[in-house]
């Protein structure tokens, strides 16, 4: 009977320190990224302050006073800190515990008590303790190991969150300034048509008073101008609506904005860096991020097998203990005490496939989430990059247009200064002019729009401070 015991007992115990089958996630990683319309000279990566590049100093006092005042970037770095912290506090609590207590206790025996106070000979007696305890647990399966690098990957998936707010803020920033100046050009291109079209409606006016045209031109002409006008007006609100979006970004009031001037649009060009396909996974701050979240699931995939093996941990009580108050610091009051424990559940219900099974569902889902932030950033640098190229090559015929245009003009201003033609051609052609300068200014705006685009795609200058594997995953 005794064996059919041990047996038993050694079968469970060997159940029970069999764990699941190990398993290493299998990630995505980036596809190359094609965009053929873009200028074939390779672009290098982002720097940390890419806005820097457009050599504005005033976008550079807007981004600054909006990473200082934005309540995003406070709570970002909140997160950071409580991070940092959790994972030092998972760390101290895994190591060595020491522990001192003391103990002062009087008590009275009852005289109705299993041991009668009068074999004693006392009722009332003190109970004096004084001790150093210290506990440790050994390591060996990698348990207390998985739990502090999982806290530490918590903390750098953080890390990599609140400078991937910073870049969304300051392209936000970015797109608002240059929106603005955007605006201002074609005000000034817009006033401009609106007085074209006031001296057409002059002269026209004055060709139909002499009969020379009929009354529907001059109604077409005052058509021009009420649209002239009405362009002003969303001109004029689109600046207004920018101004008050920069002052949310920055979380200032529209007072405390620094003083905005009207600048010429910085010009961009196209192209990409040449080892994009192999640099965009450590560029982009939101998919390391997700990668350092793997990294730590699988850290809790390797603290829930653990719980498979049996857990070892050593006690030792360096201690006194009297009931004479007197005598505690005496040496025959001492009674050091050491131990060891070895806990392993042979059974608890499925609690540990329980757990594993959350633990590995866990990190399905972070990898889906990295693989999602993978795919994810390869389409907007993708998109974005071939947006540069198509509006890079429509700023080239844009141009041929007001090449085209301004010939017509000068023509017609020769004719009109040699007196052989009216001034209606002039006009006209200054109208063409100033919509494809327009026009122009409109695809400046987009391409910069898609250059701060892209360098949001491609990291904005993010580096992760740590190299993020896998290699240990269970």
């Not at 074939?40 to 990473?67: C, E, G, I, K, N």
């Not at 400078?163 to 817009?190: C, E, I, K, N």
């Not at 074209?196 to 008073?209: C, G, S, T, W």
């Not at 987009?446 to 580096?463: K, N, P, V």
Request: proline share 5%; aromatic share 4%; charged share 20%.
């Amino acid at each position: 009977m005794r064996i059919v015991l041990i047996a038993l007992t050694l079968c469970a115990a060997g159940c029970a320190m069999t764990p699941p089958a190990a398993r290493k996630p299998a990630l995505r990683e980036a596809a190359p990224v094609v965009a053929s319309a873009l200028t074939s000279a390779a672009s290098p990566w982002p720097t940390a302050a890419w806005w820097r590049a457009y050599q504005d100093p005033t976008l550079d006092a807007l981004v600054m006073r909006a990473f200082e005042g934005s309540p995003g970037i406070a709570a970002a770095e909140a997160r950071v800190a409580a991070a940092r912290q959790a994972a030092k506090l998972t760390g101290a609590a895994l190591g060595p515990q020491v522990q001192a207590g003391a103990d002062l206790s009087r008590q009275r025996l009852s005289d109705n008590g299993l041991i009668s106070p009068q074999f004693l000979g006392f009722n009332d007696y003190n109970q004096a303790d004084l001790g150093v305890e210290l506990r440790y647990s050994f390591d060996w399966w990698g348990k207390q190991k998985a739990q502090i690098q999982a806290s530490i990957d918590e903390a750098r998936a953080k890390e990599a969150e609140s400078a991937a707010a910073r870049l969304v803020l300051a392209a936000a920033v970015s797109d608002a300034y240059f929106g603005w100046q955007a605006d201002q050009q074609r005000l000034v291109y817009a006033r401009e048509r609106l007085d074209a079209m006031q001296r057409l409606a002059q002269v026209m006016e004055r060709r139909v008073e002499a009969q020379l045209d009929n009354a529907d031109t001059l109604r077409m002409t005052t058509y021009g101008l009420a649209t002239a006008r009405e362009n002003i007006l969303s001109l004029e609100g689109s600046a207004r609506q920018r101004v008050v979006t920069l002052a949310a970004l920055t979380g200032v009031p529209i007072d405390a904005l620094p003083a905005l001037a009207p600048r010429p649009l910085p010009r961009v060009a196209a192209g990409l860096p040449a080892d994009l396909s192999l640099g965009l996974l450590g560029h982009r701050p939101d998919v390391v991020a997700s990668r350092w979240r793997v990294d730590a699931a699988s850290q809790g995939l390797i603290e829930a097998r653990a719980a498979w093996y049996p857990d070892i941990s050593l006690r030792a009580l360096v201690g006194l203990s009297t009931v004479d108050l007197g005598k505690l610091l005496q040496t025959n009051s001492a009674n050091p005490s050491i131990g060891a424990a070895v806990n392993l559940p042979l059974f608890d219900g499925g609690q540990r496939v329980a757990r594993h099974g959350l633990r590995s569902a866990q990190l399905d889902a972070a990898i889906a989430t990295y693989d999602d932030a993978v795919l994810g950033a390869v389409r907007e640098v993708s998109a974005t990059a071939t947006l540069a190229g198509t509006l890079a090559a429509q700023r080239h015929e844009r141009e041929a247009q007001l090449a085209a245009n301004e010939s017509l003009l000068a023509s017609a201003k020769s004719r009109v200064a040699a007196g052989t033609g009216d001034i209606r051609p002039q006009l006209l052609a200054a109208l063409q002019v100033n919509t494809t300068e327009d026009s122009l200014a409109q695809v400046d705006l987009a391409a910069l729009s898609a250059d701060i685009g892209l360098r949001r795609a491609l990291g904005g200058g993010y580096h992760a401070t740590q190299a993020v594997t896998t290699e240990n995953a269970p």
